[in-house]
């Protein structure tokens, strides 16, 4: 998959409503399935406990709008499903300007764009518009209707990718991220079109020292139900994760750091940030927002950290319907897909390697020193000897790379040559 089979995926799924339950996650996953075959789909019925937290009771919705005595709709949820509050109760009744201005949420600071606005544990009921539109309304009685229900006997809905490895395959690379938001395009369809591309690339790998886990779940609370059924064996399993959330635009990239910043899929995802050619943004896990939360969470510990482009927060259109198909591109998120790509392929080579020559090998007879003496011709050699000079069974592929400052995956093919004529073994 491409860019444009990306971003086609993310057309696709953008007008479907999304909660952390219902008909919209599972016609997600369905769509999604499509795309890839091992994609199972999983229910957990509401009520379950799972750690500290109750999985709610499903919510789904038909209608929301809100009408002025002329039969005129004001808003309507058909034509943008922001307009309705996330888990609103069933509502019909009529109510002056005054009573409707209470139960409408805002931005008076982006008066042109409508908010995402949730109420998941707390019952009640509440439309979103512009602030434009609301300043707009004249005095007069206006009819709110909300036709939505919550059903304790429903479920909640997430799916999970595995694909096993061969040379190590008790060991696991993780990946995840969330399907709950509704039409919001960077926020909440990039990251499973991205998730999606790479369960393709994984797949289709010609070998795999690693399995691979990729899961879709409802954000926070399908984080924690997820890992409230796995975690033991994710504990015994994964040596690096990645969360993918808000990986569309084509703006900077931006690493989310575990607690301490110390995992591997820290170290890794920072190598290939920093030779990736533009400039990235570094955040601690006191900048947490997605559901690096759950799984970095004291007794939980995933060594995961969360990858994004532009951060949560840290654009204008977050949460808000600015968030459109217009601020993702094919570009935006192939960039993200390769960032990740190339993780894998280091994460897959990844190893403490050790030279097996006393004193420096004699590079020419083995083709790989210049026959020809000449100004710049020396600097590939130079990093193939400074390679070697660390490859001493102390570091692994990455810390060599920090060391001799080149990028862990252009080592990739140093190593290749150097197990090809057996100069090298590894641990």
């Not at 309507?76 to 009573?99: C, I, Q, R, T």
């Not at 764009?113 to 434009?132: A, D, E, H, K, N």
């Not at 710049?376 to 570091?395: C, H, P, S, T």
Request: aromatic share 10%; glycine share 6%; charged share 25%.
């Amino acid at each position: 998959m491409d860019g444009q089979d990306m971003m086609k995926i993310a057309s696709r799924i953008f007008p479907i409503c999304r909660s952390i339950t219902g008909n919209g996650v599972r016609e997600t996953l369905k769509i999604l399935q499509e795309y890839c075959s091992e994609l199972k789909i999983y229910e957990v019925p509401c009520g379950t406990q799972v750690f500290d937290w109750t999985i709610p009771d499903e919510w789904n919705i038909t209608e929301g709008y809100i009408e002025n005595e002329a039969g005129e709709r004001i808003i309507d949820f058909a034509e943008n499903n922001l307009h309705v509050v996330g888990y609103s109760l069933p509502m019909d009744k009529w109510v002056d300007l005054e009573e409707l201005k209470k139960c409408v949420h805002t931005l008076p600071e982006q008066p042109e764009l409508i908010p995402y606005v949730t109420s998941y544990y707390t019952p009640r009921s509440g439309f979103c518009m512009t602030q434009t539109m609301l300043d707009a309304l004249p005095e007069g009685r206006y009819h709110a209707v909300i036709r939505s229900t919550m059903d304790p006997q429903g479920s909640l809905t997430y799916g999970e990718v595995l694909i096993p490895g061969t040379e190590e395959p008790e060991k696991e690379i993780f990946f995840s991220s969330y399907v709950c938001h509704p039409s919001m395009a960077n926020n909440e369809c990039s990251g499973p079109s991205v998730l999606i591309a790479l369960a393709d690339y994984i797949r289709n790998m010609p070998s795999r020292r690693y399995s691979y886990r990729l899961i879709l779940v409802p954000e926070t609370i399908g984080a924690i139900t997820y890992l409230s059924r796995n975690l033991p064996q994710m504990k015994e399993r994964v040596i690096a994760g990645f969360n993918l959330t808000c990986v569309g635009d084509d703006m900077q990239y931006t690493i989310v750091h575990s607690r301490y910043a110390d995992t591997l899929a820290d170290k890794v995802l920072t190598n290939v940030l920093k030779y990736r050619g533009r400039g990235y943004k570094e955040c601690s896990y006191l900048e947490r927002g997605s559901d690096e939360r759950q799984y970095c969470f004291p007794g939980v510990d995933i060594p995961l950290c969360t990858f994004s482009r532009t951060k949560f927060y840290d654009y204008p259109e977050y949460h808000t319907s600015g968030d459109n198909l217009e601020l993702i591109s094919p570009d935006g998120l192939q960039g993200a897909y390769e960032v990740m790509t190339e993780c894998i392929g280091i994460l897959e080579c990844n190893r403490h390697y050790r030279i097996n020559c006393l004193c420096e090998p004699q590079l020419g007879r083995r083709g790989l020193y210049p026959a020809v003496s000449k100004k710049g011709i020396y600097d590939e050699v130079r990093k193939l000897q400074d390679f070697i000079l660390y490859a001493d069974g102390r570091n692994d592929l990455i810390d060599i790379s920090n060391i001799i400052e080149y990028p862990a995956g252009k080592l990739i093919d140093m190593v290749k040559v150097l197990t090809e004529q057996e100069m090298l073994s590894y641990r």
